[in-house]
């Protein structure tokens, strides 16, 4: 059974840094896509950072420059380094995972407010 378990998220001041981890089981981990996606109350979940099997990166245009996306394969696990965190960063974030299926975390609340 595939399990994806974040880590890391909570309150942080405006401006401040604040790491995710994402560990997956019961899936061939380094064949796999990982990403990172966000939903805000009252607002469509959107992407915020992928990365490829490869290591290929790829972030939403409004997290450019703060936000880093990494994966250790030996690990299993998926990290999101944000900086700079804003306000508007408050959100759900949720692990995803895609190559043959595609499977979703629960889900970690990231608020950034002073």
């Known amino acids: 059974q595939v399990q994806l378990v974040e880590s890391g998220g909570g309150l942080v001041q405006p401006g401040g840094p604040l790491g995710l981890s994402c560990t997956a089981s019961?899936?061939?981990?380094?064949?796999?896509?990982m990403g990172w996606y966000r939903q805000a109350p009252g607002k469509q979940r959107e992407l915020v950072a992928a990365?490829?099997?490869?290591?290929?990166?790829n972030y939403a245009d409004s997290v450019k420059g703060r936000f880093t996306i990494s994966r250790d394969n030996a690990k299993n696990t998926v990290y999101l380094q944000m900086n700079s965190l804003q306000p508007e960063d408050t959100a759900a974030y949720y692990c995803?995972?895609?190559?043959?299926?595609?499977?979703w975390g629960r889900g970690t609340q990231v608020t950034g407010s002073s």
């Open positions: 995803h995972a895609k190559w043959i299926h595609e499977d």
């Open positions: 019961g899936i061939i981990f380094r064949f796999y896509v």
């Open positions: 990365i490829s099997s490869g290591g290929t990166t």
